[in-house]
């Protein structure tokens, strides 16, 4: 996403898009060309791995600007920074912690995996059995709105058992 001192063939060619789904064991990152042609990379966490949060990199030497947001990190386990640097704010997910104890393991896993265009990626998201919601009319609600709709499709055996709208 580095467009700084490129031509538009040149950010074409060889720039994309990260956008992030930060939703917990069901979050995950999609990159994608600037055109928006082509495969969509899909990065997803594994193995009950929550996807808590994105966190910027604020000690990237590299300057922002409206060509450059800044580079970006997937936050699995980010009480920390809720407790210090972020403790001002509300995240989206819950914010845990892992200690470990000497010798003792945790592995993360992450899945790279490709959609064959951006209008499959629902498609590939189900068949890798994530849960994906479709809103109508899309998904930038609004109080205002008297009739809109969030669809949520789930993999086998897994239920919705309860739904939270903030704010109320």
Same mark, same amino acid.
């Given at each position: 996403q580095l467009f700084t001192g490129r031509s538009l063939d040149e950010i074409a060619k060889e720039?994309?898009?990260?956008?992030?789904?930060?939703?917990g064991t069901a979050g995950w990152v999609q990159v994608v060309s600037t055109t928006g042609d082509g495969q969509v990379l899909l990065v997803l966490p594994d193995n009950n791995v929550s996807f808590e949060a994105w966190r910027l990199l604020q000690e990237d030497p590299t300057q922002r600007g409206v060509t450059f947001e800044g580079w970006y990190a997937m936050m699995f386990f980010s009480k920390a920074?809720?407790?210090?640097?972020?403790?001002?704010? /509300? %995240?989206?997910?819950?914010a845990t912690s892992l200690m470990l104890s000497p010798l003792q393991e945790f592995k993360i896993a992450i899945r790279f995996t490709l959609a064959p265009s951006?209008?499959?990626?629902?498609?590939?998201?189900?068949?890798?059995?994530?849960?994906?919601a479709d809103? /109508? %009319?899309?998904?930038?609600?609004?109080?205002?709105m008297n009739n809109a709709t969030i669809t949520i499709t789930t993999p086998n055996n897994v239920r919705v058992t309860n739904v939270t709208v903030d704010p109320e």
């Open positions: 720039c994309s898009f990260v956008d992030p789904s930060i939703s920074w809720k407790e210090q640097e972020w403790a001002d704010s /509300v %995240p989206w997910n819950p951006l209008r499959d990626i629902d498609t590939k998201l189900k068949q890798l059995h994530r849960p994906v809103a /109508v %009319p899309g998904y930038m609600l609004t109080p205002s």
